[in-house]
């Protein structure tokens, strides 16, 4: 069993940034594949990026390459995500993933442990 904490979601204004962390206890999630995850109201939960249990292969959905950055810390059973240009559209609760079967797992029913979830909200 794998538990995840997600903190550093708030308020910030369109083209501002965040860092998301994930802290995972419990059975160690370090040789898992890590994602994150966004669910906005009244919408389906979608995929954002994750990373290879090794941090050296990372994947992004189209929406948010070249603004987001996804990052690990084994030796802490952490992983980051860093918002930048952060737009309206954005805004959503984050969600931390462990174990998808690879980092191309997009479909949410591929991961098995799942956190509670960080409000990201983006004003415009």
């Known amino acids: 069993q794998v538990q995840l904490v997600e903190s550093g979601g708030g308020l910030v204004q369109a083209g501002g940034s965040l860092r998301l962390s994930c802290a995972a206890s419990?059975?160690?999630?370090?040789?898992?594949?890590m994602g994150w995850f966004r669910q906005a109201p009244g919408k389906e939960r979608e995929f954002v990026a994750a990373i290879s249990w090794a941090g050296g292969s990372q994947y992004y959905a189209n929406s948010v390459k070249g603004r987001f950055t996804i990052s690990r810390d084994n030796a802490k059973n952490t992983v980051f995500l860093q918002m930048n240009s952060l737009k309206p559209e954005d805004t959503a609760v984050y969600v931390c993933?462990?174990?998808?079967?690879?980092?191309?797992?997009?479909?949410?029913?591929?991961?098995?442990?799942w956190g509670q979830g960080t409000q990201v909200t983006v004003s415009s």
């Open positions: 993933a462990v174990g998808g079967s690879t980092i191309y797992a997009i479909n949410a029913n591929e991961w098995a442990y």
């Open positions: 419990g059975r160690t999630a370090s040789r898992y594949a």
